[in-house]
Structures are given as structure tokens and as C-alpha cells.
């Protein structure tokens, strides 16, 4: 089984980049409006705005980008964007049948959303 990509570089990636760049890859692979709804915004411009550090995610939504991002980043690598797109918003059997964003964007704490990251190798790794 092997994954496009290392899940600890993305997990290194996702701590050290910073929020601007963790949005525009968002962005750039899942479209404005699905980034805002992770993101946990209703405003989609909000995205271009944290893009161009003009404002930044309160402490909330940069949990979710940065969850967020590992789990699209290991996605698109071994499926491509439509793939990780339908992964991200369709039924989970591993989030007790919910959608991996539904998870993201109504999670409070990192306790609301550590099955995303678990969700998202299984799925990356069948794959490989």
C-alpha cells in the first residue's frame, strides 16, 4: 500500500505553513465556497481575504483549514480534486455516517474532528 504522499508530510506541512498558504491550497483544489464551509464561514470572500493575510481565521477555523488540509492534500494526491471533493462531502461510515466537511466545519475542539485525518488515510491508502 503505498500513498502519493507520506501522511507525516502532510502532517509536517500542515503545522508549519502558514494559514494563507493552507487556504489557497484549499481554495485552489476544493473551490471558495466548499473552503469557507470547512473553514466554518458563510462568507466565501473571507477565503480570498485570509489568501491575501488581509484578515486572519480566528483560532476555530484555523484548526479546521489546517485538519482540513492534511486530509485534501492526501486525497488529491492519490485520487485527484473531483475524488477528494466527493470524499470530503458524502457519507462516512468511519464519522458515524457523516460527511468528513459536516465534520470540520461544526467542530469546536480537535476531540470534534481526530477521526477525519484516520477517515481520510484508510481511504488514501486503498489506493495505493
Avoid: C
Avoid at 479546521?64 to 461510515?93: C, I, P
Avoid at 457523516?98 to 477525519?116: G, I
Amino acid at each position: 500500500m503505498s500513498l502519493a504522499i507520506a501522511p507525516e508530510q502532510v502532517s509536517d506541512d500542515a503545522a508549519r505553513l502558514p494559514i494563507s498558504e493552507i487556504a489557497r491550497f484549499l481554495q485552489d483544489h476544493l473551490g471558495q465556497r466548499m473552503t469557507a464551509y470547512i473553514g466554518g464561514v458563510t462568507d466565501p470572500k473571507m477565503v480570498s481575504r485570509w489568501i491575501a493575510r488581509q484578515n486572519a481565521p480566528r483560532d476555530e477555523s484555523q484548526r479546521r483549514l489546517r485538519e482540513g488540509y492534511q486530509a485534501v492534500r492526501l486525497l488529491v494526491s492519490a485520487y485527484g480534486d473531483e475524488t477528494a471533493k466527493a470524499w470530503l462531502f458524502g457519507s462516512n461510515t468511519r464519522l458515524d455516517d457523516q460527511a468528513p466537511a459536516y465534520v470540520l466545519r461544526h467542530a469546536s475542539s480537535w476531540e470534534d474532528m481526530r477521526f477525519v485525518m484516520p477517515a481520510a488515510r484508510a481511504f488514501a491508502g486503498a489506493a495505493g
